[in-house]
Each structure stands twice: as structure tokens, then as C-alpha cells.
């Protein structure tokens, strides 16, 4: 029976050793706990659970006025201009004092840059005559700088309807085409104005368009209507 004893107990310690072993789970599992790589590693990016904010479309900006809307403008402009300068050619100035702006008054100016310093400017119950024999400063002559000094009459002819403009083979709305040395300042000086360019190219040949001369009317818009404020005459400078 001695000789027994030895035997059944390596018996029993075999099979304590045995279940010393790692412990595993009813799938075959082990126990250990699982370690993810981080999401980086794997090229992702972490989920923000905080709320965003709904993106807001930008509102439309004001449609821009259609080409139909600045034509019927233009011809307006255009139709209105005509009329001046017919009652110029006429010398009709009891018709042009209708058209003036009652506060800002008309302005005369005998190159493209209107100085608003000494270019004349006259109020529809202070316009002058043709019978006016006082003689007025209109400004400075081109390159001499001598003063203008003329009664209305003689700068009328010599710096305002100094061609049939009426008749003129250019009427350019909004538009310059006769330029030189002088700067056509007229957008900066009259902010939101319209103007109407009677342009010649030029009258003798030899001289290759240096003679041309232009006449433009300027206007601003008074509601639904557009008032004379400005006449500028144009031609080469030197």
C-alpha cells in the first residue's frame, strides 16, 4: 500500500499544476484586456460630440440695374441733351434756364477740367444775357494762364457754342471721346451726374484730328427727373 502513496500523489500534483494555467473564457478568449492603437495610427480623427453651429448662406447682394434699365436711362439722358443743345444752337436761353438745377445753378467751364474754384456758375434768376456788355472771369486760358475775361456773349461763342454741336457727328452718353492734356474731372466733381459729349473729330485734314472739339452736357438726377448743372466745352490743350 506504501508503494502506492507516492504514485497517487504525483497524480494529484499533475493535476494541480494543470489548473494553475491561464483562465479562459467559454469562446477561448483570453481574459487580458484588449488595447486599441490610437486613431491616429489608423488615419482617423477623433469625433467631436459638441454641437455646430447650421452654416448660413450669404444673402444675395442688390441685383445690379439690367441693361434695360441703364438704356432706357440713356436714351433719357440722351433725348434731355438734345433738347439743350437745341436751345443753345437757338441761343434760346429762357428755355435752358427751365432745365437748370435751382440750387446748384449752372456751371461753365471752358476745358475738360471743371475748376470748381474759377469756373462761373449762375442760379436760374441771376443767368446772364446776351445785352450784358460786363465783362466776367471765366478762368484762366490755357497755356498762357492769362485770365478769361469776356462778356457772356463773347464766351459764349468763343468757349460754349463754338460749332453746330446740334448737328455734331458724335453723341456720346456717359462716354468721353475727345481728350488731350486737360483732365475730364467731371465724374469726381459731379458724384452720380450723367453727361452727353457732342464730339467733331476735326475740320482740317492736315492737322490729323488735333482740331477736334466737343461739347458736353452734364446733368444730375433730381427724383424722376435730371437737372442741367454743367456745360464744358473740350478741345486740344496744350
Known amino acids: 500500500m506504501r508503494s502506492k502513496f507516492p504514485l497517487l500523489a504525483a497524480v494529484l500534483l499533475a493535476v494541480l ?14 481574459d487580458a484586456p484588449i488595447t486599441f492603437p490610437p486613431a491616429s495610427s489608423l488615419g482617423g480623427q477623433a469625433t467631436s460630440t459638441a454641437s455646430e453651429e447650421p452654416s448660413v448662406e450669404p444673402s444675395e447682394s442688390s441685383p445690379a440695374p439690367s441693361t434695360d434699365q441703364e438704356q432706357t436711362s440713356d436714351a433719357k439722358i440722351k433725348e434731355l441733351a438734345l433738347e439743350a443743345v437745341g436751345y ?11 432745365l437748370i438745377d435751382p440750387e446748384q445753378g449752372l456751371r461753365f467751364s471752358p476745358y475738360p477740367y471743371v475748376n470748381v474754384d474759377t469756373d462761373l456758375s449762375f442760379k436760374p434768376e441771376t443767368f446772364p444775357t446776351f445785352k450784358d456788355e460786363k465783362k466776367l472771369k471765366w478762368g484762366e486760358a490755357d497755356g498762357s494762364g492769362e485770365p478769361i475775361e469776356l462778356t457772356f456773349r463773347d464766351y459764349y461763342e468763343q468757349f460754349v457754342y463754338t460749332k453746330d454741336f446740334a448737328d455734331a457727328p458724335q453723341v456720346n452718353v456717359n462716354k468721353i471721346v475727345g481728350t488731350g492734356n486737360a483732365i475730364f474731372n467731371v465724374p469726381e466733381v459731379y458724384p452720380g451726374a450723367s453727361y452727353v459729349e457732342f464730339y467733331f473729330p476735326g475740320f482740317d485734314e492736315e492737322l490729323d484730328g488735333m482740331d477736334w472739339q466737343s461739347l458736353v452736357l452734364v446733368f444730375t438726377p433730381a427724383g424722376d427727373d435730371w437737372h442741367l448743372v454743367g456745360i464744358v466745352h473740350g478741345q486740344w490743350t496744350i
Do not use: F, P, Y
Open 17 to 30: 499544476l494543470a489548473g494553475c494555467g491561464a483562465a479562459t473564457n467559454k469562446n477561448g478568449a483570453t
Open 88 to 98: 443753345l444752337r437757338e441761343r434760346d436761353l429762357g428755355s435752358l434756364v427751365t
